[in-house]
């Protein structure tokens, strides 16, 4: 990968972050733009699952809402920092998803679907069922996100940011792609005979890729905690992760700006369609079959795709 | 004690009949096709709206319900149509992911026709209970059971003795060579989608009258119904049939000596525990890639 | 030195005993081939010579050290590199990409300087990149180097193969069927890349059905059928062998190119 083509997309991406303020009216626009990053932020990290290693997970809100709750227990409970509250969460997800990946990423295809996604409501049922923790299905309380004393206070502030935190979920994710970590995933999906064959241990890469998206989960759902202010056991449901997933495959498969991109149009389309009263679920379901059946590899990437071919 | 156990009983077989036929759904698909239908739940979802829809109408009960199971079948038959095929050799991903975008459409489609509410459909015949040493099962629940085991020996006599059964069953052994032998391949799979929303549907119909229907009800049952299938072994219609039973069974246990707020994460522990040491399930065959 | 020997080895699937009782060594520094009718086992040695199967019975030895049951990439660890029957080429990567998979095991594999792209890492990728490079010369698809592997043909992916799979500098190469659905110039160019190969000192053992590029490369000749060892010695040994006549070479007998 050239310089260009590794530091021009971000450069890009910080760009249009630096000059859309001059284009948001209000602060219902801001609070998109927030959600749009910290949804990036596990689309990115989940894209490295999918879409590089070729693996899936209809389970990864799990480890969103295991992020948020842990951040919003550490903080309110006891009184811990949310920096350091937010660290401990992705270090505790991290080491859950490494005792279950190993088994889980044995499974393929399907299989491997049902397993994480069994994960996924198993921990969305834990965290309903254990209301006297969490408050149930009524949900629980955050406090705000101070960072050196200063709390975050408005969208405003939360733009800047979710948009570093974005911007750096990008840079951690294009530099696992292009480097030997990177290959080795790719290779694992290309072809996992050959893979193996020259050295890599799949089973070894697969579970430390599913770790680290499960890490960018957790710190987004820490994050959405305290943006929101409140936590419910619905953000960690079977819902959202078909959400996550869907990013993902909409906005492009191996490409970690389509993820982004992905974030974008998931987080804008509620939006737009909440005019259509009413059907909104039934034109999500159109809108994702469609795409996924007539671009296949995602939005990005079939882009890309057109323009090459539309190059003499 | 004992009436406790037999109470618990009834309700793991009645639900045991459920899953059963929609785990029946997945398996047909699967053999059929490779592909996992996400959206086997809505089949069952639907088989229960349009019985009372139909019923609302004014038609007989009976009437409703077949033509609630034929117009299932017309949708499961649809999905194949628009959905899958047009998709032709997709990866395993996005496939299981158009099954899931089919799956929100016909929830949000049902959503703008009937509504959030739960409806309820008239058991056939009655609804006192019917009194078993201290224990009581519903007349609706034994219509549910005895629709489960007729419908499993009609498939049976279908795949053994009929041409189009036996070419389904080709067709899912070896799609190519069935194509060379002048089996319709792609009807095939269309027949199989319309076979399995039928059956979904009409597990649909019949439990209606015991549990209350409504536009999400399908996402569980769905759920439930690929782990029996996948306990029992993905593709084996015995292991569906027996899976969805020992499910049931396992349920209704749960929820009465274990834990009632559990019962529910009692398929996906078990999914994930199947998927771990016995990824093939019961009557799964063992197979190996050649590289 | 005996760089790989096989004892007792036996492999079969529901039933069918694919590899039996096989005894073979592999000497360093010549070039073996493996020859018999299809379904004799060939591809099912090599893939238990590679780790991908486990064998039922007996024992793999590679420079005298016990390797029954290593996975793949353990032994692709100590020294020993493939190629495969039906491409196994990474058509989501770039050519060079799928080169450089092959010099895996000499890079840092480690999380945290990967994701913080340290300096040692850049350099470290760059030079692997040059040496893909190179080796893609060596094989003979210099002029596929910026392309990506899926725009490539058959003949090339091919050779693209066998550069990955010396990009791991192996001691030991398994080549399955090289020659496989290539044209009779393609054929006599992948000789040319195997005797290379063999030249640079790497031990090849190759399966194939061609028998005019046997004969002509082959220090040493081993027949399998139906899973058993036929006959093994030189190419002239092979070839007079009666046995292997009758089971495999049938009337006329190719003489040497």
């Excluded at chain 2, 496939?95 to 929100?104: C, D, V, Y």
């Excluded at chain 2, 039973?245 to 009632?260: D, K, P």
């Excluded at chain 3, 030079?127 to 596929?144: H, K, N, P, T």
Aim: with cysteine; proline share 4%.
């Amino acid at each position: 990968m050239s310089g260009w083509q590794r530091y021009g997309g971000m450069l890009v991406v910080a760009i249009i972050v630096v000059l859309l303020p001059l284009a948001l009216p209000n602060n219902y626009y801001y609070d998109i733009a927030v959600r749009i990053a910290l949804n990036a932020v596990v689309a990115v990290g989940l894209n490295l699952l999918i879409g590089y290693a070729g693996q899936i997970s209809l389970g990864h809100a799990g480890f969103a809402g295991l992020g948020a709750y842990a951040s919003a227990l550490l903080t309110a409970r006891y009184g811990w920092s949310s920096p350091l509250a937010m660290l401990a969460a992705m270090l505790g997800v991290g080491v859950l998803s490494f005792i279950v990946a190993r088994p889980i990423l044995r499974l393929r295809g399907h299989y491997l679907a049902m397993a994480t996604l069994g994960l996924g409501i198993i921990i969305y049922m834990v965290l309903v069922n254990e209301s006297s923790l969490t408050g149930g299905n009524d949900g629980m309380g955050v406090s705000g996100f101070s960072l050196f004393g200063l709390t975050l206070a408005n969208e405003r502030q939360w733009y800047w940011f979710a948009s570093i935190a974005m911007l750096a979920a990008i840079l951690i994710a294009q530099n696992i792609v292009d480097s030997p970590v990177g290959r080795a995933l790719r290779a694992v999906h290309g072809s996992e005979a050959a893979a193996s064959t020259a050295g890599i241990d799949t089973a070894r890469f697969k579970a430390r890729i599913f770790v680290v998206s499960a890490m960018f989960a957790s710190a987004a759902g820490s994050l959405s905690a305290h943006y929101v202010g409140f936590i419910s056991p619905q953000y960690a449901g079977f819902f959202h992760s078909i959400e996550l997933v869907t990013m993902v495959v909409v906005g492009g498969m191996a490409s970690t700006y389509g993820a982004v991109l992905g974030a974008a149009i998931l987080t804008i389309l509620p939006q737009l369609l909440s005019r259509f009263e009413g059907f909104e679920t039934m034109v999500f379901g159109a809108i994702l079959m469609l795409t996924i059946i007539f671009l296949p590899r995602g939005l990005l990437p079939t882009l890309a795709a057109v323009l090459r071919r539309s190059r003499p | 004690m004992l009436s406790q156990a037999l109470q618990f009983f009834f309700s793991g077989i009645t639900n045991g009949a459920i899953y059963a036929l929609s785990a029946l759904g997945f398996s047909l698909i699967y053999n059929a096709s490779g592909v996992i239908n996400f959206a086997q739940g809505e089949f069952f979802m639907l088989g229960g709206m349009i019985a009372v829809a139909f019923s609302a109408l004014g038609l007989p009960l009976p009437l409703a319900v077949l033509l609630a199971i034929a117009a299932t079948a017309l949708a499961g038959w649809l999905l194949e149509k628009v959905a899958i095929e047009p998709a032709g050799d997709a990866e395993v991903v996005p496939l299981i992911i158009i099954t899931i975008g089919a799956s929100i459409f016909l929830q949000g489609l049902v959503q703008v026709i009937w509504g959030k509410g739960q409806k309820a459909l008239k058991p056939f015949s009655g609804d006192t209970p019917i009194l078993v040493n201290g224990a009581s099962i519903l007349p609706q629940s034994l219509w549910t059971i005895g629709l489960g085991i007729v419908i499993v020996l009609l498939l049976w006599w279908f795949f053994n003795s009929t041409r189009l059964g036996k070419a389904m069953l080709a067709t899912s052994h070896n799609r190519l060579a069935a194509q060379l032998v002048g089996i319709h391949t792609r009807h095939v799979l269309a027949v199989s989608f319309a076979l399995s929303a039928a059956l979904g549907g009409a597990a649909g119909a019949v439990s209606a009258p015991i549990t209350f229907t409504s536009y999400d009800i399908g996402i569980m049952v769905g759920l439930k119904g690929f782990v029996a299938a996948t306990l029992g072994g993905l593709g084996s219609g015995v292991g569906a049939v027996v899976g969805g039973f020992i499910l049931g069974l396992l349920e209704a246990a749960t929820a009465g000596y274990v834990s009632s707020q559990y019962k529910d994460a009692t398929p996906f522990v078990l999914i994930i525990l199947i998927l771990i040491f016995m990824p093939r399930g019961i009557f799964g065959g063992k197979a190996t890639e050649r590289v | 030195m005996t760089l790989l020997r096989v004892e007792a080895l036996s492999r079969s699937f529901g039933g069918v005993l694919a590899v039996s009782e096989l005894e073979y060594a592999v000497e360093e520094g010549r070039i073996h081939s493996i020859i018999g009718p299809n379904g004799a086992g060939k591809t099912t040695l090599f893939n238990l010579l590679t780790g991908l199967y486990r064998p039922n019975t007996g024992r793999i030895l590679f420079m005298e050290r016990d390797v029954t049951g290593c996975p793949p990439h353990e032994l692709a660890r100590l020294g020993i590199s493939r190629t495969f029957q039906n491409l196994q080429i990474c058509f989501n990567m770039s050519a060079i990409e799928n080169v450089m998979v092959g010099a895996h095991l000499r890079l840092d594999q480690r999380m945290t300087p990967t994701m913080l792209r340290t300096p040692a890492l850049v350099r470290a990728d760059a030079a692997c990149r040059d040496e893909a490079a190179q080796l893609m010369a060596f094989a003979g698809v210099e002029r596929y180097v910026g392309s990506a592997a899926d725009s490539m043909p058959y003949g090339a992916l091919k050779r693209l193969e066998i550069a990955r799979a010396l990009a791991s500098k192996p001691k030991l190469l398994l080549l399955d069927e090289p020659a496989a659905g290539l044209n009779a110039v393609e054929t006599r160019q992948i000789d040319e890349l195997i005797q290379k190969v063999a030249a640079s000192g790497v031990t090849v053992v190759l399966v194939e059905h061609d028998m005019k590029l046997v004969m002509n490369i082959s220090d040493h000749i081993l027949v399998l059928n139906y899973g058993r060892k036929l006959a093994e010695g030189s190419a002239q040994e092979v070839r007079a062998n009666p046995d292997v006549i009758a089971a495999y070479l049938g009337e006329s007998v190719p003489a040497a190119a």
